[in-house]
Every structure is written in C-alpha cells, then in structure tokens.
C-alpha cells in the first residue's frame, strides 16, 4: 500500500531520509519566529517558535535515532565513514542535545525566556550553525559517496 502512495520508497534502504528534513524546516522556523517574537515583542510569534522549537527537537530525535539505526547498513569505505559519516552523527546527535536544551528552557519560561535571553537566541542560532554543517556532512556521503545507494543505473530517464 505504501509503495503506491509513494512509489520511491521502494528505493531505500531504510526510513532516515524521509525524517531528517523535519528537524532541519522546524527548527529553522522556530530561530525565525524567535527572531521576529523579539523584533515585534508578540507573544504569538514567541507561542508559534516555542511550538517548533519543540516538534523540530522530537523530529531530531527521530532523525537521530533513525540514523544511528541505519549506520550499520550504509556502504560506505572505511575513509568516508572515519571522515564524514562520524562527524556527521557528532553534530547531529550535538544539535538534538541543545535543542532538547533549549526546549526544555523555553517550556519552563514559557514561551520566550525573559532573563537570559541574549544566551537563548545565542545558542539557538549557534545550533543552526552546527545542524547546518552536520547536514552538510550527510549531504557529502549521499551525492557525493553513494551512502543512498544506487536503485538505478545512470542516466534515469523519466518513466511515470
């Protein structure tokens, strides 16, 4: 059934590419309301910031653990995985442990810290840099090093 609502799935080799997009839109989207909360001074932008804040952290969560979970079955040689697949699970396992920090921290000061809060949008945007480039390093392994597989032979013509 899944497969005739989405047909690619077939493709590949385990569930993590399809939850590691989540963190990286949510938690972009909370630094943004976060900045616009503190340009504007409305709760409802600090609201709508807290909540991504808190849906982009349990999306790192299961980027994090569906990672960990494929690692063993990615081909990847010996020099790709020392220089890139490690660092990448560094950074990313990194960005989940602040996130949960700072969602924690906004949950207690419900929903924009008021003391400290120069450190809270510090780390935030401090995370975003560190998520950025943990990305990057994913990136690399996929379209650089195959990490995704090859289902098909290139050039793939378009065929549905």
């Not at 799935?9 to 839109?25: C, D, G, R, S, T």
């Not at 909540?51 to 349990?58: D, F, W």
């Not at 450190?119 to 996929?142: C, K, N, P, T, W």
Request: hydrophobic share 55%.
């Amino acid at each position: 059934m899944i497969q005739n609502l989405l047909p690619g799935i077939e493709h590949l080799q385990n569930i993590h590419p399809l939850v590691v997009h989540f963190p990286l839109a949510f938690l972009c989207g909370s630094a943004l309301f976060y900045l616009l909360a503190l340009l504007t001074s409305k709760d409802v932008m600090a609201t709508t910031a807290c909540s991504l804040l808190i849906v982009g952290t349990l999306g790192a969560a299961a980027a994090v653990g569906t990672g960990i979970y494929a690692e063993p079955s990615v081909i990847l040689a010996p020099s790709v995985r020392g220089r890139l697949l490690e660092k990448h699970e560094d950074l990313m396992i990194l960005t989940l442990c602040v996130s949960a920090v700072l969602a924690i921290w906004a949950i207690i000061a419900r929903p924009f810290p008021k003391k400290s809060r120069a450190l809270f949008m510090l780390l935030l945007f401090a995370l975003l840099g560190v998520m950025s480039v943990g990305a990057d390093y994913g990136a690399r392994m996929v379209y650089d090093y195959n990490a995704g597989g090859h289902a098909c032979r290139q050039p793939i013509e378009f065929v549905k």
